[in-house]
């Protein structure tokens, strides 16, 4: 039987095998390769999970029959793990998937 101990990763930002106990303490994400991705909105700032973005354009939604205005504010955003798509909730729409380069961070 193994143990959290006993199991190594290799952790690409070092270039070393480390042991799963140690990677998890120093926070790094062995699922996603040991890299965190960086979501950046239309200026450059950092997004996060939870945070509202205000839309910069007018977006045509496939699927929806509907247009989202300049301006919309959508809140609580999720980011994907893809640098340039976030997921997010509307009224009427499921499943929405914005580009990050068509918001801003309000």
């Known amino acids: 039987m193994t143990t959290p101990e006993d ?47 205000t839309l910069i354009k007018d977006l045509k939604v496939k699927g929806a029959g509907q247009t989202l205005k300049r301006g919309t504010v959508i809140r609580s955003i999720s980011l994907t793990g893809d640098a340039q798509e976030i997921d997010c909730r509307f009224e009427g729409i499921k499943g929405l998937v914005l580009r990050a380069e068509f918001v801003r961070k309000t």
Do not use: C, H, I, K
Request: glycine share 12%; charged share 25%; net charge negative.
């Open 7 to 53: 199991e190594f990763v290799y952790d690409e930002a070092t270039g070393e095998w480390v042991s799963a106990a140690e990677l998890a303490a120093r926070g790094a994400p062995a699922a996603a390769g040991g890299e965190v991705v960086e979501v950046r909105d239309s200026v450059g700032n950092l997004l996060a999970d939870g945070d509202s973005v």
